[in-house]
């Protein structure tokens, strides 16, 4: 009988030894995959949906351009940093396994560029100093006094489709006696386009009517009428 227990004493001595170093090994396991988790870099970045701000802007406003640790800053973090650029409607940003970071961007569209001030209007109203040079922006080259009127123009110039926008060169404010919203559209194919800002939107059937020019350069009339006045 003495013998027996003995054994049995020995067993459970034996299968407690074999389960503490098992847990021992998990927890050490554990202990070095959190270490390796929290000391490891950004490997990849993935940025989705920008056209105004390039890859470097983003990361910059983001502070990631140096890929720090990934848990050394927050997805709530970045996107707050990044919601400073005035360019910015929504982001979203997803780390994912493997230390990467997605971040997808919604912009504000630009409208065009003022050059009495030298600030770029965005859709969202916003006046943003120009520091970049944009293409296929159009540029307002003269001054507006009328505050009401120039923010119609901001208002309206959201209604022209983005292809028509891109084949604005230059917009300039020419009033008359009768129409103190009128503007003058000179177009990057040669061409110019009288409009008014209620009927700005007729700006966007352009494609359509330069057809019917027949290779002619001159005025389009589209704040009175719609008539083509061919250059001489």
């Known amino acids: 009988m003495t013998t027996v227990k003995v054994k049995k004493r020995k067993l ?14 998990i927890v050490y396991s554990c202990f070095l995959l959190f270490n390796s ?14 056209d105004i701000l390039s890859d470097d802007d983003i990361m910059e406003l983001a502070k990631i351009q140096n890929y720090p640790k990934i848990l050394s800053i927050s997805s709530n973090e970045m996107e707050r940093r990044i919601k400073t ?3 910015i409607k929504k982001v979203d940003v997803k780390k994912r396994i493997g230390n990467q970071v997605y971040i997808y961007i919604d912009e504000y569209k630009p409208l065009f560029y003022n050059k009495t001030n030298n600030k770029l209007i965005i859709e969202n109203n916003n006046e943003v100093l120009l ?24 208002d309206k110039f959201i209604k022209i489709d983005d292809n028509i ?8 404010y020419e009033p008359n006696d009768v129409d103190n919203e009128r503007f003058l559209f000179s177009m990057n194919d040669g061409n110019y386009a009288y409009i008014t800002l209620s009927k700005i939107e007729e700006i966007n059937y352009y494609m ?9 350069k001159g005025i389009l009339y589209l704040d009175s009428g719609k008539y083509f006045e061919i250059f001489q």
């Open 12 to 25: 459970k001595i034996k299968t407690i030894i074999i389960f503490l170093v098992i847990i021992v090994l």
């Open 37 to 50: 988790v929290i000391n490891s870099n950004i490997k990849n970045i993935y940025i989705i949906g920008n």
């Open 85 to 87: 650029s005035p360019f």
């Open 131 to 154: 520091e970049n040079i944009f293409n296929n922006i159009p540029t307002l080259i003269n001054s507006v006094e009328d505050k009401k009127v120039y923010e119609k123009l901001i």
């Open 165 to 172: 926008k891109e084949k604005i060169s230059e917009i300039k």
């Open 208 to 216: 359509d009517i330069l057809p019917t020019l027949e290779n002619k």
